[in-house]
């Protein structure tokens, strides 16, 4: 804070105060005076950091909001504010203890996370205070990069929030593991579960363009008529209101299976699994409905169902596709101007927000891709 | 029969007889008559049929030998009679009421699998008698072909048996499955389960000559004493006296699991998916600790492992890789011929004994790949 310090509420400051971090503020806003916070001048960090690892569904008491200073810029170097952060489903498995793709944060450490942040000070000649950018940032305000491996995003071409959806890592998501995981071929019946969500949706859409019948599987009337009016799925259930899952889906794969798409795991995918055509391919891009277990839950084994069809189930992680993001990119934005491809979006208002954001990921809370909205 | 007939003990026939089916052979022994039983004359069959579906482990009572008329040969024909016939796992999908890749045998029809038959009688120019084919006739003593995709066996490349085992379906299951799903690299770790069995013991073998390290899991101190003498396992063990498969694959793994050649499931594959590296890949040739569950068993859902791994399992059956039946027969005879691949057939002597060899997989008794001797 530049002023006088410390202050009581028998003294308090005058003037115009520019605040080192959102304590100050809060402070002095108790005092009513006029706050203007300077991004330039900031140099306090709001973070969410992990404060213990969830057993289940993760709470709230498993995060905990710091504040952490923001160092002097570096040559080379930029500061950025956080506009959208996001939750995705695959944090669960960064803040497990178990064995994962990436290594773990541990308690105290920064949530990790993509953000799209405005660039408010600069020391990088590539970046100009104004700028926006994608950055892998975690769950905090504000973020210092040396620029390396940073896209730019431009308004024009679409709402900058995209970068975190469709026309980011949820969208390559979506392409990559549908067409190079599972190369579905014209008049192909394509399973989607957890179809109304972030990825599911974008897969639907996908393989409708490839000339497939889609059908999704999602958890909500209002997810289902979203998915069939403008997802353009050829069919689709509501696992919650349907009893038979393996009925349903014969009724509406009377040319069984071919590809399955996996965003859910459990009982959903079992039933998949016994309908599966000769030669059917499986991606294994989420397990949303294990994740919060301890230990695996069980369930009938079904890898005989591989040989039976001559199959393959297949997991990926779209951060091995990474050479070939400018390729997704390209399709997706050109199918997003044609007009191929809808998305919703489904914003959370609110820094302190985040965890309860993400946490509503594992109650199906979100249609489409959640983002929490956290600065202009 | 040739003869007279009628005959009664008080009148019982004398001289040469030829018989046209075992049924009247025996009753000519009971008169201590000699008989010549002369195959090309032979008119009747003996076969295995389905008398009843297993519930769990097959039962002897689920097959019924009986007794068939041979019909005349019509031209482009030949008739053989068995040499060796197979057991193999597989066959228990066939005679089970769930659904399988191929048609199941219905109560009553005979029994599939394959043989190696000695052509007796003949109206195809390019069979003559004496000739030994590579014939997939099923459980029974003879065989009727128009000799279409039937292969000649030529006694001094191998013998002939082996056309059941390393050189027929159970090599190529062993190549296609590790080679094509698989593809190894040098200096990957190979676990098999299954590993002493006909198609395991020949996995391994391949997986030493594309320079893996190669780890087998078999069921008996000789087994694995077996694999790791014979076949070049560089590591082995137990599963019968090892508690913990988990920690075991982690001693014998240093470097963790990159390919897995999978031919019993169960609890072995579950601790082989906790142990997989990135980009692993498993090659679902069999279940055998599954195939006798009625309903499926319960095991812990670890599809997950996939994403973290970005793994694959992928089933495969050999049928589908027949247009490359030449490319893998001529590597594995280029490798028996060289030495680098052994083999041990564990033969069974009796066509009546081929109910009690195939129930015997199950339990498994065999090392090596189990074959009936049925004639020479």
Redesign the interface.
Known sequence: MVGRTPWSAADPPIGLFTCRTAMERDSLLVHNITVIMSPIATTANRQFVLASRPAGVPEESNFKLVETPIPELKDGEFLARAMYLSVDPYMR?RISQA???AAGVEIGGLMVGGGVARVVESKNAKFAAGDIVDVYMGWQEYVISNGKGIRKLDPSVAPVSTALGVLGGTGLTAYFGLLDVCNPKPGETVVVSGAAGAVGSIVGQIAKIKGCRTVGIAGGDDKVEWILKDCGYDAAFNYKTTEDYGAKLKELCPNGIDVYF?NV??TI?DAVFMQIN?FARMS????IS??NNA???????????????????????IT?YMARFGEGLAELSGWLREGKLKYREDIVEGFENLPKAFIGLFHGENIGKRIVKVGD
């Open positions: 498995g064995k994962s793709y996996d795991g459990g995918t000769t294994i891009c989420g397990q294990q994740y230990k695996p839950e069980m369930g009938p084994r079904l890898l005989g169902m591989l040989i039976i069809a001559r199959a393959k189930a297949q997991g990926f992680l091995d």
